[in-house]
């Protein structure tokens, strides 16, 4: 779990604080959809659109869009009782790429330094790479140096270091962590379901449109 975890949890209920959350029900012929719509009653900021049909899922508006896809259909309420990483998980595009990561150098050298004190104190044969000096690391691969508003040069040289590390690449998510926006997409569903739950909204009441 990143280090930040329960802070960007905190900073996204507070961002919803006042959001409303309305659902609406259309389609014909059995081509249903069902789209959650979770914003403040009087503008669009932090607003955000749930858009079900099926196992797809489409989410868009003020902050940030993506698709989520599951095979078998999927409920709101099922998808508002998912854990950040299985959602994710099944996050197949988003601004951030598949999975909804980014680079951070932070938590790059958090990784970088746990690796290698893991590495001087129990030596394992996972890598072919000879323990070294955080610092030495640096100097070599250019990590931490590059300008960290630009996260291109420096994701490139933290996974260039994983290739060289790693004979699996199993490091390769040590400096990435879930964008705040994802944070946003998975608290967003949590909370408006469970207000549509409150008002009886949810599950589907019988005479709702189809």
């Known amino acids: 779990m990143q280090h930040n975890h329960d802070e960007n949890i905190k900073s996204v209920k507070s961002d919803f604080a006042n959001h ?5 029900y259309f389609g014909e012929n059995g081509d249903l959809f069902t ?6 009653p009087d503008h669009h900021y932090s607003e955000i659109r749930y858009v079900f ?12 869009e993506a698709s989520y896809q599951w095979y078998p259909s999927v409920s709101p309420e099922f998808v508002a ?3 950040l990483d299985y959602m994710m998980e099944k996050c197949q595009a ?3 790429g598949r999975n909804f990561k980014e ?28 323990p070294i000096s955080f610092e030495e690391v640096l100097k070599e691969y250019n990590i931490v140096e590059v300008d960290i508003g630009y ?13 060289d590390t790693f004979i699996d690449f199993e490091g390769y998510d040590g400096g990435h962590i ?3 926006r994802a944070y946003h997409h998975w608290i967003g569903i949590k909370m408006a379901v469970e207000q549509l739950k409150e008002e009886g909204l949810l599950p589907k009441p019988a005479m709702a449109a189809t």
């Open 35 to 40: 789209e959650i719509i979770w914003k403040h």
């Open 94 to 96: 988003s601004e951030k």
């Open 20 to 24: 409303v959350a309305k659902i609406k």
């Open 103 to 130: 680079f951070s150098s932070e938590e790059a050298e958090k990784y970088l330094r746990w690796y290698l004190n893991y590495e001087a104190e129990c030596g394992t044969k996972e890598s072919h790479y000879e």
């Open 178 to 180: 879930y964008s705040i």
């Open 151 to 163: 996260a291109g040069e420096h994701e490139h040289a933290f996974v260039q270091f994983c290739y």
């Open 53 to 64: 049909r099926y196992g797809f899922l489409l989410v868009y508006g003020d902050l940030g």
């Open 81 to 83: 009782d998912c854990t």
